[in-house]
């Protein structure tokens, strides 16, 4: 097991020092100039010279590299040009409360997924299966501004039940539990479709496996088969798709967050992307990465858990 851990911790660096390559390559050959951002469409060369080498970008850009990763990796993140304050003070706080939605959302979306999804093998080709079946495709193919726009309507404008707008920048999700329930509603919307279908699938292939129908001849009751034998391979695909969406649920809400009013990380990156602040868009496009790769690393320890074969095979 310490092997297997090693192995993909050492992947994990590698790859997130490709990513940290590949993003400050794309942020450098953007259109647009911070500088110009700063000054205006009408400033001159020579001040638009000035700021840069005010803002110390005037460097090659293996320098820039250098400097932007080790700073990045001692916590040194530097200053947003944008903002034109520190981006340690804005992007944890940031980070936080778009962790706050992932969770919340996952909490909602993953064991109604999963229970929806056995209970549709366990009754496989019936009515109740093609009604999950059915809802889980239809709403997968609901983006998220159209389910979001039309929670607004209905909870938040029609019914009045629940706030059209999300928390303030600054203000806690923890204390104000109401500003997430339109959010994760309009998340568990989508990824029901895709956890539920993935449970479904993995569950009919687990239950016409050999060992699951010797452990029904030996007399072993259902719910015990289902808890000891089925539920825990059936698992390990699902996992898959759940560990993939948690970098996506943290850094790519940007729909969901601008839609809302929600000061997560995905808002912050699309701010970032607007404001041609590359320090600030390279940092959030990082933690992000990093996000990925440790859910990514997760998954494959709770698969090594689930399935002996993964941790002791070649």
């Known amino acids: 097991m310490a092997r297997f851990l090693a192995r993909r911790l050492g992947l994990l660096l590698l790859t997130l020092w490709l990513m940290s390559v590949l ?19 009408h400033a001159t060369p020579e001040a638009v010279a000035g700021l840069r080498h005010e803002l110390d970008l005037d460097h090659p850009l293996p320098v820039l590299y250098l400097r932007w990763i080790t700073g990045f990796v001692t916590g040194d993140w530097g200053e947003s040009p944008s903002l034109q304050v520190p981006i340690s003070s804005v992007l944890p706080n940031r980070l936080f409360n778009s962790l706050v939605l992932a969770v919340a959302a996952l909490i909602v979306i993953v064991p109604l997924s999963i229970a929806f999804g056995l209970l549709a093998a366990l009754r496989q080709d019936r009515p109740i299966d093609r009604a999950i079946s059915v809802t889980g495709l239809s709403l997968m193919a609901v983006p998220e501004f159209v389910s979001g726009i039309v929670l607004l309507s209905v909870f938040g404008i029609w019914l009045r039940w629940l706030p059209t707008t999300s928390v303030a920048a600054g203000g806690d999700p923890l204390t104000e539990p109401q500003y997430l ?40 009751p259902l719910r015990q088969v289902l808890l000891r034998h089925v539920l825990r391979n059936a698992l390990v695909p699902t996992i898959t798709v759940v560990m993939s969406s948690i970098g996506y649920l943290v850094g790519g809400l940007v729909i969901v967050e601008s839609l809302f009013g929600y000061p997560g990380l995905g808002g912050l990156l699309l701010y970032a992307g607007l404001h041609h602040d590359v320090p600030l868009l390279e940092d959030c496009a990082m933690i992000v990465a990093a996000i990925y790769m440790v859910g990514n690393l997760t998954a494959d320890l709770l698969y090594a858990y689930l399935n002996p074969q993964i941790r002791y095979g070649s």
């Open 181 to 220: 329930v339109l959010p994760v509603l309009s998340l568990s919307i989508v990824f029901f479709g895709y956890v539920s279908r993935m449970m479904r699938a993995s569950t009919i292939t687990v239950l016409g496996s050999a060992y699951t129908r010797t452990a029904m001849l030996k007399g072993l």
């Open 23 to 41: 993003v400050f390559v794309i942020t450098s050959v953007l259109p647009g100039d911070v500088a110009h951002t700063i000054l205006g469409q």
